[in-house]
C-alpha cells in the first residue's frame, strides 16, 4: 500500500503519492510512477495499490483519449466497468506468480478539467475482489488515502502541508504493517485549466 491525496476545488486540483515501489516477488524497493498524466485533455491518473494493474488501466485510457469523440465524463464512466473486466485475468496471474490473492487491491483517481461542467472534477475508484464490483465515487473536495492518520489535519494545497501530511501517513503505514511500504518522494501534479504541473515536493 502507499499514500494517495486528492484535493479538489472549482478551478484547481492536485493529486500527490509517494515514490516507492516494491517488486511483489523479490520485495525489492524501486521509484514507480503512481502519477501519470494525459496531458491533451489535461487529466490526470494516480494509484493505491497494484502498478502492474494501474499501468494497464492507463494503457488503455490513453489509448481511448485518441478518440474524436472522447470526454472525461465518458471515461469516467466507463473505468469502473473496464476494471471489473480486467480483475479476473489479474488475479490469475497474481495466483500463477504465487501472490496471496486476499491482499490484491487496487485504488484508482481519475481527474481533470471538464469543458462539458466549466470545472475541474475527479472520480475514485476501489477493487478489492473479484467477487464484488469496482466502486467508483465522485470527489466532492478530497480524498486522503489512508486517511485515519489526516481526521485532525486541515486539508491544504500548500506544498510544505501535502509533503507534512505524506509524512503522517507514510509513518502510519509502515508502523502498521511493521515494514516499509509507503516512502521515497513525493510527487504532486497540479491542474488548473489549460495547465497541468508535475512536482518533486521532497523526500517523505
Known amino acids: 500500500m502507499s499514500i494517495l491525496n486528492l484535493l479538489l476545488t472549482r478551478d484547481h486540483l492536485v493529486v500527490a503519492v509517494d515514490t516507492l515501489a516494491e517488486d511483489a516477488l523479490t520485495g525489492a524497493h524501486s521509484a514507480g510512477a503512481k502519477l501519470l498524466l494525459i496531458p491533451q485533455h489535461n487529466l490526470v491518473f494516480a494509484t493505491r495499490g497494484s502498478m502492474q494493474f494501474f499501468l494497464r488501466i492507463y494503457e488503455l485510457a490513453l489509448q481511448a483519449s485518441f478518440r474524436a469523440d472522447f470526454s472525461?465524463?465518458?471515461?469516467?464512466?466507463?473505468?469502473?466497468?473496464?476494471?471489473?473486466?480486467?480483475?479476473?485475468?489479474?488475479?490469475?496471474?497474481?495466483?500463477?506468480?504465487?501472490?496471496?490473492?486476499?491482499?490484491?487491491?487496487?485504488?484508482?483517481?481519475?481527474?481533470?478539467?471538464?469543458?462539458k461542467n466549466g470545472r475541474m472534477m475527479a472520480t475514485a475508484y476501489a477493487k478489492s475482489g473479484n467477487q464484488r464490483p469496482c466502486v467508483a465515487q465522485p470527489i466532492g473536495g478530497q480524498l486522503a488515502s489512508p486517511g485515519e492518520p489526516l481526521q485532525a489535519v486541515i486539508p491544504s494545497m500548500a506544498q510544505t502541508d501535502l509533503l507534512a501530511h505524506a509524512r503522517l501517513q507514510a509513518s502510519h503505514l509502515n508502523e502498521q504493517l511493521g515494514r516499509r511500504v509507503a516512502g521515497g518522494r513525493l510527487l504532486a501534479g497540479f491542474l488548473q485549466k489549460g495547465q497541468a504541473v508535475l512536482k518533486d515536493l521532497g523526500e517523505i
Not at 87 to 114: C, D, R
Request: cysteine-free.
Open 72 to 115: 472525461m465524463e465518458q471515461l469516467s464512466a466507463e473505468l469502473g466497468f473496464v476494471v471489473d473486466q480486467l480483475w479476473p485475468n489479474y488475479e490469475k496471474a497474481a495466483a500463477k506468480a504465487g501472490l496471496p490473492i486476499e491482499q490484491l487491491g487496487t485504488e484508482l483517481v481519475l481527474g481533470g478539467w471538464s469543458p
